[in-house]
């Protein structure tokens, strides 16, 4: 009869029974026997409640998911010719952009004969990655797309530490607003204010 490597449902080696004996086992214990390793030999089977290790284990992968990052790409787009107004609210999107741990791609449109000259994009591209030097690296160098010139800015902090940063800074402002409020009104007596003025 085939034999298993039998492993109790807290970790502790039962060692080496037929299958037989280990189904006998799981019942009295009114336990699952499930086989963990397939290709051991012999195979390895463990005594447990099998619907339980399915619920725990989908809600580690749930906590797991929830918990992780995902890298998303902001897109800024500009003109050559942009006014310096423009320029710095669309370097103020960028910086919020990186400051949240997202990448952001700013794109250079070129429009009729500004297509001649594109120096004039990459100069604007190599001002804003300056800009925000502090924030942010050239992830990938501006390159000429058709009409367009593209570049890519990463941030220097990963997402999850930027989601972190932004819990912790809203817990201090909930705080600083909670010992803040307003003090109550002194109380009068009641026969104090309820009496005429001479």
């Known amino acids: 009869m085939p034999e298993v490597r039998l492993v109790g449902p807290n970790g502790e080696q039962v060692g080496i029974v037929s299958i037989g004996d280990a189904l006998k086992l799981a019942q009295e214990a009114d336990l699952d ?9 012999p195979p390895v089977c463990k005594l447990m409640d099998y619907g339980k290790f399915k619920y725990e284990s989908a809600m580690k992968a749930r906590e797991a998911r929830r918990n992780q990052a995902y890298t998303i790409i902001k897109e800024i787009k500009l003109r050559p010719k942009i006014d310096p107004h423009d320029y710095e609210t669309k370097k103020g999107h960028v ?38 030097t502090e924030l942010g690296f050239v ?60």
Do not use: C, W, Y
């Open 95 to 132: 910086v919020r952009f990186l400051k949240a741990g997202d990448k952001v791609k700013v794109t250079i449109m070129f429009r009729g004969r500004e297509q001649s000259r594109p120096e004039l994009g990459f100069r604007l591209l190599q001002r804003l990655a300056e800009d925000v």
């Open 33 to 41: 026997l499930v086989e963990v390793a397939a290709t051991a030999r």
């Open 139 to 198: 992830e990938s160098q501006p390159k000429q797309d058709g009409r367009n010139m593209i570049m890519v800015i990463g941030p220097h902090k990963k997402k999850a530490e930027a989601k972190a940063e932004k819990a912790a800074a809203k817990a201090r402002r909930d705080e600083e607003s909670a010992g803040e409020a307003p003090a109550p009104a002194e109380q009068v007596p009641a026969e104090q204010a309820s009496a005429p003025q001479e």
